[in-house]
């Protein structure tokens, strides 16, 4: 079965850290660039970030570098995304799908799972 299921988000103070994850099952995820995207209420799904299939190379929005640090585990075909130093603004639901990194852009590629999961909330708030 062709799926991506996100899990580890919750409820968080300003300042404090998360770590969510993606499974993906039914394609060969060694060969995948991955990345992470959010989608706050009201707005458009934005580009957070994203690791290369080896894992040699990542790159982030501007607004979470140097808090976020994402990964991956090939043998267990898993995507990481590891958030510190939280803030109100990263509230969002947080999906994963494959990406496909191009010079000045980086997207999403839909064709490889099909669409999106079912994605996992991460809300920052005192």
């Known amino acids: 079965q062709v799926q991506l299921v996100e899990s580890g988000g919750g409820l968080v103070q300003p300042g404090g850290s998360l770590r969510i994850s993606c499974a993906a099952s039914g394609r060969p995820f060694s060969g995948l660039d991955m990345g992470w995207f959010r989608q706050a209420s009201g707005k458009e799904r934005e580009f957070v970030a994203c690791?290369?299939?080896?894992?040699?190379?990542?790159y982030y929005q501007a607004a979470v570098e140097n808090r976020f640090t994402i990964s991956r585990d090939n043998a267990k075909n898993v995507v990481f995304l590891q958030m510190d130093s939280l803030k109100p603004e990263d509230t969002a639901v947080y999906y994963c799908?494959?990406?496909?990194?191009?010079?000045?852009?980086?997207?999403?590629?839909?064709?490889?799972?099909?669409?999106w999961g079912q994605g996992t909330q991460v809300t920052v708030s005192s």
């Open positions: 799908n494959a990406v496909q990194v191009e010079t000045g852009a980086i997207r999403p590629d839909l064709s490889v799972f099909g669409s």
């Open positions: 690791i290369t299939r080896s894992g040699d190379r990542r």
